[in-house]
């Protein structure tokens, strides 16, 4: 897997290293991380504040580069629901529900040793 900044493989691995959460890197700079540690999808922010003001961030960013909508949640829901037609993804990979296949095969990130 790429792991070059601005690449798929360099946000995987950086939500990875945080436990979950989402990045946003846009000409190879990262423009956005937010952390979700707690079963990698939400904050352990001690406010709710944290999590409102994450999503105003996020939702401000996506919709500067033409996201249509104003609910994240669900199309980030939707993204891996393999019911709905049109590509999801999956543990296996990016698939084509329509067609039944993957269409690209998920790669594992690999864990460097540290001496």
Same mark, same amino acid.
């Given at each position: 897997?790429? +792991?070059?900044?601005?690449? *798929?493989?360099?946000? @995987?691995? %950086? ?6 959460? *989402? ?34 961030? #996020?939702? @401000?960013?996506?919709? +500067? %580069? ?5 609910? *994240? ?5 939707? #993204? ?7 590509? %999801? ?9 329509? %067609?039944?296949?993957?269409? #690209?095969?998920? +790669?594992? #990130? ?6």
């Amino acid at each position: 897997m790429n +792991e070059a900044k601005g690449t *798929i493989g360099y946000e @995987a691995k %950086r939500v990875h290293e945080m436990g979950g959460g *989402i990045v946003v890197v846009d000409d190879g700079k990262t423009v956005v991380e937010i952390p979700l540690p707690f079963t990698g999808m939400m904050t352990t922010g001690h406010s709710f504040d944290t999590a409102v003001r994450f999503h105003d961030e #996020l939702l @401000a960013l996506l919709q +500067e %580069r033409g996201f249509p909508f104003h609910d *994240i949640l669900y199309t980030l829901l939707f #993204l891996t629901c393999d019911f709905l037609p049109g590509l %999801r993804l999956i543990p296996y990979g990016l698939y084509d529900v329509k %067609r039944a296949e993957i269409v #690209l095969p998920a +790669e594992g #990130l690999e864990e460097k040793a540290v001496k």
